[in-house]
Structure formats: structure tokens, C-alpha cells
């Protein structure tokens, strides 16, 4: 949906500069067209500050609600682009008047690809376009990616490598192809009770992320506790729960709230103390509740393979290690290494292709194709093959930096606007909105590239020869 709308904005956009662009050399627009141009961009701009406005509270947003609000958002941004269509050709008609004072090449090219709108604006108005949705592309990304490393939470140390989804009965199985695969490292492995329930509850206001773990924290044995602590010297009982917490606190005992089959049917959880211990962990990132595998069991509770643990201290993981082992386990489990927050980057191929049509827009159109009677002009003066080559250069460059420029107003305002909700979050407990860098320096780039390497690809093409009509020898420059 959001690939059919992006195509249509920029289809649309071209042909309803083509259907603005005046009859023959007439300098001005149709202004119906002018008028209803303007009456879209303002209803798409509108559309795209009400759902900026609707959604800048951080709080939570329904699931649909914000899909929908996105695809309003989206819309108002596709009305804006399409109005601006009649615009370019209107400003394009103004280049020649603006240009009057500058040398005969420049001066020449702004007023043939002002003359010739009914070729260049269409041109024009796709590079815009094209521009306009690489730059807003780039910003809603970078403000979406900042947001989600900022809620970002390990799932294990730096460099873990984390064998989940395991059944109990595969799980022998996959723990011999992890041994095979990685052989003379130590596996670590992760329980979970495999009936009734379990919980805990650590009375302790400093904190609030553990007061209350449900389902409870890691259960295994002594080198799970190591790897959670990254100390082999960390004091390990049986019959003591540890608290993993960077926190200076002091913890005695932690409740467990539990229910077995052994327990009376129908009646309330049973809740039973443990004595409890502190421990710094490993990572301050990666904070828990150690629970010895006996504890579980003496509650009457059976325990299950949850997932293997391969610590980072002991062996770290490379991304082909990974790859051999996936091949290996097929769909019996599921690999991960901790490497961290990982940026998306497919999005740099929808750029890259926007750029690449903003370029090829502004070269067809703005071009070799054209500008005959400009040519001429230069010939009769006796322009010379260096002059005609700045000539053919200008006239490019003039073309693709109107769309350029155009374009990344175009696609900041709708980038910023399309920041908000594209950001919301559909969490209970939302987290705040985090600033985000604007790619300034990647607009600036592709505003200033853009028309640059259009005209440098135009002046270094061959020079086509043009024959000056005898009638026309003695006309006026």
C-alpha cells in the first residue's frame, strides 16, 4: 500500500504539471489548474499537521488507530506533492526573468527550459518528487531508528549466543549439534518450569523492574549464575535466590507465589520465602533474578530446557559460526547473538532507486533533447564547442537543481510532519519520544550533488552539431 501510494504521488504529480504547463510560449500557467493545485498542497498540509498535532503525546496509541493515522498522515503528504505540480511549471516560467543578468550560456539555458515547460516541468516535477521522497524517506527513518534505540533492551550480554525454541524432547538433540558445532565449548542452559505456576515477588522499592517477575527469572544451576555475574567466584546455594541487580540494595528473602499438582485444587496460589543474596551482573543492562534449579523442584514443580547459553567470556560467536549452526538445527530451534541494537538498512535501496529516478528525470527531460533554438542563438554569436558544452551543462544543472531544491522543502516538511506518527508506540507503558538528528548533511549532499553531476555528465557528452538556417543567419541573438 505504501509502495502504491509513494508511485502514485510521483505519477500523479507529473501528470498534473504536464496538464498546467501554458499552450505554445504563453508565460503563464493555467491558473485553474494554479488554483486547484494550491487548494490540494494546503488540504494535504492541513491533513499532515492534524495527525502531528493528534499524535505528539507519548502515550499509548491503539494498534489500528496509528496504522490508520500513519495512512492519513501518508495521504495528506501524497495531496501536497500532487498539488505542488502546477508550481513547478509556474516557477519555471519565472527562471528566464531571473536569469536576464547572467552570462549568455546560463542565461540562454534558464530561458530554453523555461520556453519548452510543456518538456522540462513534467521533468522537473518528477525529479522534485523522486527528491522529495528520498529526503522523506531519510527522516523518518533516522527519527524512527533513534526511537528504537533508545527502547532498546539486550536480551543477553554482548556477544551471547542464545539457542531458543527448543522442545524438551529435541533438546538433547540440539545441545549435542551446539557441542559438535562449537566443540570444547562450555554450554550453559537456561530452565522453566514445565507445569503449574510460578512467580516471585522482591519486596524492594529501589526496584520497581523486579518487584514483580512473572513468569519468574532465569532458573539453572551454578554456571548460569557465573555467566549472569561474569565472576566464577560469585557465592552459589541451593536453596538461595539471587538478585542480578546493578543496584546498591539489600535483599534477604524474595516470596515465591507458585501452584502445582500437588497443590489443592481450586483454591488460592500458595506463596513461600527464600532467602535471597545480591550480585552485581556482568552487564548493567542485563539485570534479573537467579533462581537455583532445587528451589523449583522442592516446590514441587518440573523443569524443562528453556534455552542454551553460550558465554561470551568463554567463546564469542562470529556471524559465520552462527550461520553454520542454523544450517545445522534447521527448524528444530532459533539462534541469536546479542551484537546489540542493529539499525535497519534496507531502506537505503528505496533512496538510492528515488535518486537515481530524480537524476534520470532531470537528465531526459532537461537534456540533449531539446534547446535547438538556444543552440542556434549560440552558433549565429559563433559559440565555440566549449561553450556549447557549458551551455548543454547549464541547462541540466538549472533543470535538476529546481527540482532539487524543490524537492527537499517538499520532503523536510513532510519528513518532519510524518515524524510523529510514524513514532508512536502501541506499549501500555510508553516510552518517552527521544530527539533525532535530521540528515542535514545528507540533504545538503543530494541538493548539491544532484544538479552538479547532471551538468558534469552533460557537458562531458559529445556536442551534436546544428545547422543554422539561412533565414535565420542575420537574426538577433
Not at 506463596?271 to 543474596?277: C, G, H, L, R, Y
Not at 513514532?423 to 501500555?428: A, G, H, I
Request: charged residues 15%; neutral net charge.
Amino acid at each position: 500500500m505504501i509502495l502504491g501510494i509513494l508511485a502514485a504521488c510521483v505519477i500523479g504529480s507529473v501528470g498534473f504539471t504536464a496538464r498546467s504547463v501554458p499552450e505554445g510560449r504563453r508565460p503563464g500557467v493555467r491558473r485553474r489548474h494554479l488554483a486547484w493545485g494550491l487548494v490540494l498542497s494546503v488540504i494535504g498540509f492541513l491533513v499532515m499537521a492534524l495527525t502531528a498535532w493528534s499524535t505528539h503525546e507519548d502515550q499509548h496509541y491503539d494498534d489500528f488507530g496509528s496504522a490508520m493515522t500513519a495512512l492519513a498522515a501518508m495521504m495528506g503528504g501524497a495531496l501536497f506533492l500532487l498539488g505542488l505540480g502546477p508550481v513547478v511549471s509556474w516557477l519555471l516560467g519565472m527562471l528566464g526573468r531571473l536569469t536576464v543578468r547572467l552570462p549568455p550560456p546560463i542565461r540562454l539555458a534558464a530561458r530554453d527550459v523555461a520556453g519548452d515547460r510543456a518538456r522540462t516541468a513534467p521533468a522537473v516535477a518528477a525529479t522534485m518528487a523522486a527528491t522529495a521522497l528520498a529526503i522523506t524517506i531519510m527522516i523518518i527513518v533516522f527519527a524512527v531508528t533513534a526511537q528504537n534505540r533508545a527502547g532498546y533492551h539486550p536480551q543477553a550480554r554482548p556477544g551471547t549466543l542464545l539457542v531458543h525454541g527448543l522442545s524438551p524432547d529435541e533438546a538433547p538433540v540440539v545441545h549435542a549439534a551446539v557441542q559438535r558445532e562449537l566443540p570444547g565449548v562450555p554450554i550453559v542452559q537456561s530452565d522453566r518450569q514445565r507445569n503449574g505456576h510460578l512467580s516471585l515477588e522482591v519486596e524492594n522499592a529501589d526496584l520497581p523492574d523486579l518487584e514483580n517477575v512473572s513468569p519468574a527469572g532465569l532458573i539453572g544451576d551454578r554456571a548460569l549464575l557465573c555467566y549472569l555475574t561474569g565472576d566464577p567466584s560469585t557465592p552459589y546455594a541451593e536453596n538461595t535466590v539471587v538478585v542480578v541487580t546493578a543496584q546498591d540494595v539489600d535483599i534477604d528473602t524474595v516470596t515465591v507465589i507458585y501452584d502445582s499438582e500437588s497443590s489443592p485444587k481450586g483454591g488460592s496460589l500458595l506463596e513461600k520465602s527464600v532467602p535471597a543474596t545480591v550480585a552485581k551482573p556482568a552487564d548493567p543492562d542485563v539485570e534479573g533474578v537467579f533462581i537455583p534449579a532445587k528451589v523449583v523442584r522442592d516446590l514441587g514443580l518440573d523443569l524443562e530446557p528453556e534455552q542454551l547459553i553460550i558465554d561470551p567470556s568463554l567463546h564469542r560467536t562470529s556471524a559465520i559460526e552462527q550461520a553454520r549452526l542454523d544450517r545445522r538445527l534447521g527448524d528444530t530451534a532459533t539462534t541469536y547473538v546479542e551484537r546489540g541494537f542493529q539499525a535497519s538498512t534496507g531502506w537505503r535501496m528505496f533512496v538510492v532507486a528515488a535518486v537515481v529516478v530524480a537524476f534520470g528525470c532531470a537528465f531526459a527531460g532537461t537534456g540533449r533533447a531539446g534547446g535547438s533554438r538556444s543552440r542556434r542563438v549560440l552558433l549565429r554569436v559563433g559559440g565555440s564547442t566549449a561553450i556549447q558544452r557549458l551551455f548543454a551543462a547549464c541547462r541540466v544543472g538549472l533543470g535538476a537543481a529546481c527540482g532539487a531544491v524543490m524537492g527537499a522543502a517538499v520532503g523536510c516538511t513532510i519528513g518532519l510532519l510524518l515524524a510523529w506518527p510514524m513514532t508512536t508506540s502501541v506499549d501500555w507503558d510508553p516510552m518517552p519520544r527521544v530527539g533525532f538528528d535530521t540528515p542535514w548533511l545528507l540533504i545538503a549532499a543530494l541538493v548539491i550533488g544532484l544538479p552538479v553531476l547532471a551538468a558534469a555528465l552533460a557537458g562531458l557528452l559529445p556536442v551534436r552539431t546544428a545547422r543554422v538556417a539561412p533565414s535565420e543567419s542575420g537574426g538577433k541573438g
